[in-house]
């Protein structure tokens, strides 16, 4: 049970709107949040791939273990939609989106009376997106030497997410090294040109 005026979270799937401004759902009414959150400034959280980084897996035994992880943060601001319509197309959104292409389950040829009464037990509601913020921990607080060992013991590992952060943290060491190179090369470009 929440306590009123703490911290309260709820699981829920969440959809972007065509203009990428709003993010759309619904709450259960049975779940008391839907009842104080309009106007209130509010984060949803994507949680990406995260996974354990031992110390074992580095060259020292100074280190201390860490957890990797890729998120991001939307913030912003409640608006409850009573519109029946409005909600049903969200609805609708979440099941072209979830289910398998080619599934025999279309929402719109559910009985209506049915869909009438389920809909009454659901509190539309839409989020303004404020700010978004990515946030990632992928080891990049240690050298570069210490990454790529942890990029090759994560290719090791069967786990989704294991493998996912190797790609992830590789990527980025790719990012950065490209990034220096070309700048590298862009000063030696200057200077020779400087010197004409």
């Known amino acids: 049970m929440a306590i009123i005026g703490g911290p309260f979270a709820t699981h829920l799937p969440l959809s972007l709107d065509k203009n990428r401004e709003y993010l759309i759902g619904h709450f259960a009414r049975p779940n008391p949040q839907w009842k104080d959150i309009e106007k209130q400034e509010v984060l949803a959280i994507f949680q990406g791939p995260h996974c354990y980084i031992s110390p074992s897996w580095y060259e020292t035994p100074t280190t201390v273990l860490t957890w990797n992880y890729v998120a991001v943060h939307v913030y912003g601001q409640v608006e409850l939609v009573d519109d029946v319509q409005k909600v049903m197309n969200s609805l609708t959104d979440l099941v072209l989106k979830y289910e398998e292409p080619g599934s025999s389950y279309q929402l719109d040829q559910v009985d209506a009376n049915y869909i009438a009464g ?3 037990g659901i509190q539309g509601f839409r989020i303004k997106i404020t700010r978004i913020e990515g946030k990632a921990k992928l080891s990049q607080n240690h050298p ?31 990012l950065i090294y490209t990034h220096k190179a070309a700048m590298a090369a862009l000063s030696r470009t200057s200077k020779s040109q400087s010197h004409k």
Do not use: C, P
């Not at 989704?160 to 980025?172: H, N, P, Q, S, V």
């Open 118 to 120: 389920l809909s009454k």
């Open 144 to 174: 570069a030497e210490r990454q790529e060992l942890v990029i090759k013991r994560l290719e090791t590992m069967t786990g989704e997410d294991e493998r996912k952060i190797a790609y992830t943290t590789l990527a980025r060491l790719w």
